[in-house]
T-cell receptor, first 114, second 111 residues
């Protein structure tokens, strides 16, 4: 139980284009989903917290107009990286909260911007 | 400022050589502490949640303990498949369900 999927697992795009990443909770309903990014050899940095049916809460320093988050249902959240640039290349990971505290993570999406 | 520090940064063990990983925290108020395992190129895998000082949780060769200042992840008789990065994270009182992660300990278990 508590399985979270992400799609795609990896994506390569040209600079200036937008990329959408999907995060799904497969066997439970998640009122809250989270988006993280992770650079090589570093830990996870929270980007935003997403609650179903409401606007996402972004962490300080994360551009909300660049990283668009939609949480349309209890099992799906999407992250769109708009006008991507090489510095946006990273490993993006989502998580979903089954209970108030425990987060279950997706397998991650490797984004490379050329 | 709330801080979560893990040590060592990297650890190399021989198969069967037991050891412990440390997660120390300086936070305004701890609501819960989590241990995750992360394999290269994958998302973190949930291992344990600890809420109270003195609490212990076990799973196979892993045992997590919690005090008022730190948590330990004990690995008994590790196998090569235990090689991974182990992440500690905390949830703070009044912090909703936001996780603050430590930088991790990269464990390698050799034959």
């Amino acid at each position: 139980g508590a399985v979270v999927s992400q799609h795609p697992s990896w994506v390569i795009c040209k600079s200036g284009t937008s990329v959408k990443i999907e995060c799904r909770s497969l066997d439970f309903q998640a009122t809250t989903m989270f988006w993280y990014r992770q650079f090589p050899k570093q830990s996870l940095m929270l980007m935003a917290t997403s609650n179903e049916g409401s606007k996402a809460t972004y962490e300080q320093g994360v551009e909300k107009d660049k990283f668009l988050i939609n949480h349309a249902s209890l099992t799906l959240s999407t992250l769109t990286v708009t006008s991507a640039h090489p510095e946006d290349s990273s490993f993006y990971i989502c998580s979903a909260a089954l209970t108030t505290d425990t987060q279950y993570f997706g397998p991650g999406t490797r984004l490379t911007v050329l | 400022e709330d801080q979560v520090t893990q040590s060592p940064e990297a650890l190399r063990l021989q198969e069967g050589e037991s050891s412990s990983l440390n997660c120390s925290y300086t936070v305004s108020g701890l609501r819960g502490l989590f241990w995750y395992r992360q394999d290269p190129g994958k998302g973190p895998e949930f291992l344990f949640t600890l809420y109270s000082a003195g609490e212990e949780k076990e799973k196979e060769r892993l045992k997590a303990t919690l005090t008022k200042k730190e948590s330990f992840l004990h690995i008994t008789a590790p196998k090569p498949e235990d090689s991974a990065t182990y992440l500690c994270a905390v949830i703070l009182t009044g912090g909703g369900n936001k996780l603050t992660f430590g930088t991790g300990t990269q464990l390698k278990v050799e034959l």
